[in-house]
Nanobody
Framework: QLQLVESGGGLVQPGGSLRLSCAAS????????IGWFRQAPGKEREFVAA????????YYADSVKGRFTISRDNAKKTVYLQMNSLKPEDTANYYC??????????????????WGQGTQVTVSS
């Protein structure tokens, strides 16, 4: 069974940092692009960042560009989202998702087949 499990969320003050992890089980991450999405209460799920299967191509939402960094370690079957300079508006439940891809990356959640359960990030003083 293919599973993705997010971890690393929590409560952090504005300006602080968190690193989220997305661990895969039941499959290897080879040839899977990974995306991070987030959803705040009362809002639609939105794209945050994505990385292709080999890790040499990344894409970010404008709202997080320059603050967040996505990376992956296929040997550990884990994708990371380093979040710096966090703002209250970054508060949301963060999800990772996987889609089979031989090179490209996607920003639309409809392109992803496998989803984790999410990890909550709260940015507040």
């Amino acid at each position: 069974q293919l599973q993705l499990v997010e971890s690393g969320g929590g409560l952090v003050q504005p300006g602080g940092s968190l690193r989220l992890s997305c661990a895969a089980s039941g499959f290897t991450l080879d040839y899977y692009a990974i995306g991070w999405f987030r959803q705040a209460p009362g809002k639609e799920r939105e794209f945050v960042a994505a990385i292709n299967w080999s890790g040499d191509s990344t894409y970010y939402a404008d709202s997080v560009k320059g603050r967040f960094t996505i990376s992956r370690d296929n040997a550990k079957k884990t994708v990371y989202l380093q979040m710096n300079s966090l703002k209250p508006e970054d508060t949301a439940n963060y999800y990772c998702a996987a889609t089979k891809s031989y090179g490209g990356i996607a920003a639309s959640p409809h392109m992803y087949n496998y989803w984790g359960q999410g990890t909550q990030v709260t940015v507040s003083s």
